[in-house]
């Protein structure tokens, strides 16, 4: 699937206000400016929680998850962008930015309590706990991450940083700067993709970078003087 989706005014009470997964693909797509919000029922088999994707079976790759918020009372298991239930769902490849984990939702971009998070970036969301990300995480970037095979915290050095959380985010440029540490440091694993979410090939460098961008030089202009 390749699409674009939000819904800002949506109140949703249960799980996965932009999309709610247990299998199939999404590739290369932005899902954005979606609002989970309203009561929730206080019981563990109606958990409350993906502002963007609930993820219990599939793939999200190449993607883009912004601006995306969960709110609200209820049993709450968190991910402002992102939850991964205890299925087999695999979130790679992807930027996971400016997303807001409000009320006790923990996880500001993602919650993982299972599935495969990898080669992701994981940048500026907010929580009131785990503000980017809470769980496990390979090859990925984000300032919460100390521990994890291939994993990097700091900046992710994009061309321009968003503003703002959730439905107030004011989105920046999530494509890598030639300073980026994250070119070159994730992994081909479950790599299914062959282009980035701009179109341009996946494998540059030999390993993929890290996100949903793979670095692309500035084209060089040459004058010739006769």
């Known amino acids: 699937t390749r699409t674009t989706l939000g819904h800002p005014s949506h109140e949703y009470t249960h799980?996965?206000?932009?999309?709610?997964?247990?299998?199939?693909?999404?590739?290369?797509?932005?899902?954005?400016?979606?609002?989970?919000?309203?009561?929730?029922?206080?019981?563990?088999?109606?958990?409350?929680?993906?502002?963007?994707?609930?993820?219990n079976g599939g793939t999200v790759e190449n993607s883009l998850i912004i601006g995306n918020r969960i709110a609200g009372t209820g049993y709450q298991v968190g991910g402002g962008g992102v939850y991964l239930a205890?299925?087999?769902?695999?979130?790679?490849?992807?930027?996971?930015?400016?997303?807001?984990?409000?009320?006790?939702?923990?996880?500001?971009?993602?919650?993982?309590?299972?599935?495969i998070v990898q080669s992701c970036i994981i940048y500026t969301n907010w929580a009131i706990a785990?503000?980017?990300?809470g769980g496990a995480a390979t090859y990925s970037c984000s300032p919460d991450l100390a521990v994890g095979a291939g994993n990097i915290q700091g900046d992710p050095?994009?061309?321009r940083d968003g503003t703002g959380y959730g439905l107030a985010l004011?989105?920046?440029?999530?494509?890598?700067?030639?300073?980026?540490?994250?070119?070159?440091?994730?992994?081909?694993?479950?790599?299914?993709?062959?282009?980035?979410?701009?179109g341009n090939p996946r494998i540059v460098r030999g390993a993929i970078e890290m996100g949903a961008y793979e670095f692309m030089?500035?084209?060089?202009?040459?004058?010739?003087?006769y």
């Open 15 to 55: 799980r996965g206000v932009g999309i709610w997964m247990n299998g199939g693909r999404v590739v290369s797509s932005v899902v954005s400016y979606n609002n989970g919000d309203g009561p929730g029922q206080d019981v563990s088999h109606h958990p409350k929680g993906g502002g963007g994707i609930w993820l």
């Open 86 to 115: 205890a299925g087999p769902g695999r979130l790679l490849s992807s930027t996971i930015c400016g997303n807001l984990a409000e009320t006790n939702h923990p996880g500001g971009g993602v919650q993982a309590a299972g599935g």
């Open 130 to 133: 785990s503000t980017n990300i």
């Open 157 to 159: 050095r994009f061309r």
């Open 170 to 198: 004011v989105p920046g440029d999530c494509r890598l700067t030639d300073a980026s540490p994250c070119i070159g440091r994730g992994t081909n694993t479950y790599l299914s993709s062959m282009t980035d979410i701009a």
């Open 217 to 225: 030089p500035a084209p060089v202009s040459l004058f010739i003087v």
